[in-house]
C-alpha cells in the first residue's frame, strides 16, 4: 500500500493543503512548529480516527471552526486497488467515506479491513517511529537493550503479547486432545459412530460390490486402451511427418545415386581460386602493357618536340629567370633580411603574431593574398546589403516554421488517398453485385409458366382435353403473377442501386475535391519556398559580382566581407607589418638592387606589399624556378623508366603464362575451357554433396526407418487409420458400459438405506471439517504470532538477524560486520574482528542497531503487509557522516516500500528530486 496524495480540509495549522507523493521515499522538511508531527497525526487520524481531544494531555487539532475537520487520504496498491479513504468530523460525531477505483463515493463504518486489522498502536508498532522512541532505545542498560532488540517491536510497543491468549482460548473451546466436552471433539465421536454404520451397511450389499469391481476393471481396460490409442496417434503423428518428408527423403536418395555415379578430380582446397587468379592476374598485365605502350608512344613523341617550358611558369618565376644575373644575389640579400630579422625576437614576434592575423582573416575570406580582397563596403552600402539579408532570413525562418504544416497537408493528402482507394474498392465491390441484386428468379420462373400456359393452351386446341384448358389457365395466371413480382423487385433493386452508386460517386468527388483544395495549398507552400531559394541565389549572385566589381577574386566569400571589416583590417595589419620591417632597417639590405626590387613587387602585385612579403615571394619563386629546371631534366629519366616497366611486364605475362599451362598439364586439361567447365561441374557436385549432408542430418530418423519399411507410408498411414478405430469403437462401447454400471450403483445408493447414512456422514463430516479448519486458523495464528515475537531462537530469530546482519554491515560502512544474541545480550563484530558489548557502542552505533533491527524485523514478520513506514524527526541527534548513510538506507528500502520522512535536516534533501522532497 502506498498514499499517493494528502488533501486536508483542515487539522490544526493545516487548512486547504494538498500533498502529492512518490512511490518511494518522501522527504518533508520544516522547523519546529512548521507542523511535521501535525502532518503524520493527520495521517493517522484518517487511517485510524481523530485523537480524543477531551483526554488528558492531547492536543487539540480542531483549531478552526471555521473550516471542515478532516482530509482525505489517495491510496494505491491496496487490496482494493486504487482508493480513496475520507474522514470528518461534524456536530462531534466521525463520519467515514470510501472511493473505490472507479466507484461512486459510499459512506463505510470502518477501515478495519483495508489495514488488514490493525490498530494504530499496532501500525505505529511495525510501520511508525520518532526520536522519542529512537532516544528510549539508545539509552537502555546492556540488558535492557539486548531486551528491546530482539523483542517484538524494537521500541518497547508488546502489541501481539495481548492477542495470542484469547486465539488460544478459542481454540481449546473447540478441541482438546482427550476432551469430551469440546465441540471438536464431540463431532469427531459422532463421525466415527457414522462411519461404522456406514461400512456395515454396505457389507451387506454385496451386488453393489460387484458392480464396483467390474466399473473398475472396464476402467482399467479403458485406461489401458485409453494408452494404445495414444500410441497409435503418436505413430499416426510419425507417419503423417514421414509424408511430408517424402518429397525430401526421394531428393536425397537422387542425389546420392547422382553423386555415387560422378567421379570427383579431388582439385585441392583453393584451386578454382588459384585459375581465377592467374586468369585476372594475367589479363590484368597484358592490359597495362597496353597502357604502357600508349603512354611510350605519347612520351616519344614529347621527347622529340618538348614543350616550352617557360609557358609554365608564374610571372614572378618568369622575372627572375630574366633576371639571372641578379637573382643570387638578390636571394642573398632576401636570406640576409630573414636571418637579421629572426635575430631580433621581440620584433620577430610582434610580427609573426600580426601575420598569423593577417593570414587568418585572409583566409575567412577566401583569399590567398592580399592583392585578391575587394574594396571595403561604405557604411551605407553594408547596412542596404545586410537589410536585404536580414529580411531573406527572416523569411527563411518563417517558411521553416510552415513546413511543419506542409507536412501536416501532405500527411492528410495521403489519408484522403488512402480514403479514395477504400471508397473506389468498395464501389467495386459493390459493382459486382449489381446484376445479383437487380434480377429476380421470380421473374424467369413466371416468363416459364407463361411459356407452359401458351404451350398448354395450343395442346388444348389440338386435343380438346379440358385439362389442358385449366392447367394452361393456372400456369397462366400464376406465370403472370410471378413476372409482375419479379419485375417489381428487379425495380426496387435498380433503385436501391442507383441510389447507392450516386453515393459513392458523391463520396468519390468529395474526397477528389478535397485533395486538389490541399493540393492547391502544398503547391502554394512550395512555390513560396522556391521563390525564397531563387532570391536567396540572386542575392548571392549580385553580392559576389559586387564583391568582383570591388576588385576582389572570385574566392572571396562575400557573406563574410559583408557581416565583417575584415578587408581594412588586413590593410591596417599590412601597414603595421611594413612599419615593423622598416624598424628592422630591412631596407639597407634592399639598397644594392633597389630598382630591381621595385620592379619584382610591381610585377608580382598591384598593390604595395611589405618588404617581408617580397623578400619571402622572392625566395618562393626563386626555389620553384630551380625545382621546374630540375624536373624538365627529368622527364628524360622518365622515358627510360616505363621502358624498364614494360619489360618487367612481359616477363610476368610470361611467368603467368607458364603456371597456367602447369595447372592444364597436372590435371590433364588440353585448354582453359575444359578447366573452366571442370571446376563448374566440381562446384555444382560439391553443392549437391552439401545438400545431401543437410538432409541426411536434418531428415527425421524415425521418419527414415519408416520409410525403410516394406510397406509404403501410405498402407501404414491405412493400417493406423483401421487400429485407431477399432480402439475407438472399444473405447465408446465401454465408456457406454461404463455409464449403465454407475447409473446401476446410483440406483442401489439411492434405494436402499447406504444413500441415507452416506449423507449423514457426509453432513458429519463438514460440520467436523468445519470445527477443524476454525480450530486449526486458531492454532495457526497462535504459532505465527509467536513466531512473530520472535524470543531468542526459531526461523523468524534467524531471518530477523540475517537481515540486521546485512543492513548494520551497509549502515556502518563496514565498521560493524554482524551481530549476534546469546545469553541475554547482543554482541557486535566489529572490522577489527572483535565481538564488542552493546556497553562499548557509541549512541550513534546503537542508534544504526535499532535501525538495522526495526527494517529487518518488517522484512521478517510482515511479509504480507506492505503499508507506508512514517518516520518523525528520529536522526537528528546523530552525526552528518552516519545521517546520510541512514538517508541512503531509507532511499534504497523504499524502493521496496514507501517512506515518509519528516526532518529539519536539509541534509535529507541531497541528490533528491523535486518531486521527492517537500518544505513546510
Known sequence: MKIQKIEIFGYGKWVDQTFYLEPNLNVFIGGNGSGKSTLMSFILSIMFGFPNMRRKHS?????????????????????????????????????????????????????????????????????????????????????????????????????????????????????????QKPQLNQE?????????????????????????????????????????????????????????????????????????????????EGAAETWHDLNQDLARYEDQIDQTEGFLVLDEEANEEPADADSLLSIGQEWVLNHDHVSDQMLAEARAYREQLNSDEALKEQLIQKRYEEHRLLAALGAESIDELPEELTASERQDWQNRRQELDNRRIFYENTKHDLQDLMAENQDLHDEYDEVQSEYNSFKGTIKERTSSWLKTFGLILIVLALILAILYFVTDKPFMMGSGLAAGALGILFTIIGFLQSGLGKRSVKKESQAFDLDLRDIESEQAEIQRRIDIQNDQLAELENESQNFMAELQALVQEKGGSEYIQPLTWLDHDYVAQVNALEAECNQLIQATGAAQYAAAHDQEWRDYAQVISNNPLSQDSVFQAFEDDYHSLRQLEMDHAFTAQSYQAEKNQKQELHQSIQSLRRARQDFLDRYGFESADEVEEALAKEAEMLAKKERFDLLDHSLNPQAAQLHDKDESIDQQLEDNVHTLGQLTQRIQDLVQRNAQLEMQIR?????????????????????????????????????????????????????????????????????????????DTVEVLSEDELWLGVDQLSRGEKALLFVAMRFAFLNAQLGQLNMPILIDEAFAHIDDYYRQNIYRFLDERSQDQQIILLTIDEGAALNRSSKEVTRI
Not at 492536543?59 to 482508493?83: A, H, S
Open 188 to 268: 469427531l465421536n459422532q463421525l466415527a459412530a457414522s462411519s461404522q454404520r456406514l461400512d456395515q451397511a454396505a457389507a451387506n450389499e454385496q451386488n453393489y460390490f460387484a458392480l464396483e469391481e467390474e466399473l473398475q476393471a472396464n476402467q482399467a481396460e479403458l485406461e489401458d486402451l485409453r494408452q494404445q490409442e495414444s500410441e497409435a496417434q503418436s505413430e499416426q503423428v510419425k507417419l503423417q511427418i514421414a509424408s511430408q518428408e517424402t518429397g525430401s527423403v526421394e531428393e536425397k536418395n537422387a542425389l546420392g545415386f547422382e553423386l555415387a555415379g560422378y567421379d570427383f578430380h579431388n582439385f585441392p
Open 59 to 179: 492536543r487539540n487539532y480542531d483549531v478552526n471552526p471555521n473550516v471542515n475537520y478532516g482530509g482525505r487520504l489517495y491510496l494505491t496498491e491496496t487490496i482494493y486497488g486504487q482508493v480513496m479513504i475520507e474522514r470528518i468530523k461534524q456536530q462531534g460525531r466521525q463520519q467515514l467515506f470510501m472511493t473505490v477505483n472507479e466507484n461512486p463515493r459510499e459512506e463505510v463504518s470502518s477501515f478495519d479491513e483495508l489495514f488488514e486489522g490493525l490498530t494504530k498502536d499496532d501500525y505505529l508498532t511495525y510501520f511508525g517511529f520518532d526520536e522519542e522512541d529512537l532516544m528510549a532505545f539508545v539509552w537502555e542498560d546492556e540488558d535492557q537493550f539486548a531486551k528491546s532488540l530482539v523483542s517484538l517491536g524494537v521500541s518497547g510497543r508488546q502489541v501481539l503479547n495481548g492477542i495470542t491468549p484469547d486465539l488460544e482460548a478459542k481454540a481449546a473451546d473447540l478441541y482438546l486432545p482427550n476432551g
Open 747 to 823: 440406483e442401489l445408493e439411492a434405494s436402499g438405506l447406504m444413500s441415507k447414512l452416506q449423507a449423514e456422514h457426509a453432513s458429519d463430516v463438514d460440520q467436523a471439517y468445519d470445527s477443524a479448519v476454525e480450530w486449526a486458523a486458531n492454532k495457526l495464528a497462535v504459532a505465527t504470532f509467536e513466531q512473530a515475537s520472535v524470543g531468542e531462537e526459531g526461523e523468524a530469530l534467524e531471518r530477523v538477524m540475517g537481515h540486521a546482519n546485512r543492513y548494520l554491515y551497509d549502515l556502518s560502512n563496514g565498521e560493524l560486520e554482524k551481530l549476534r544474541y546469546q545469553n
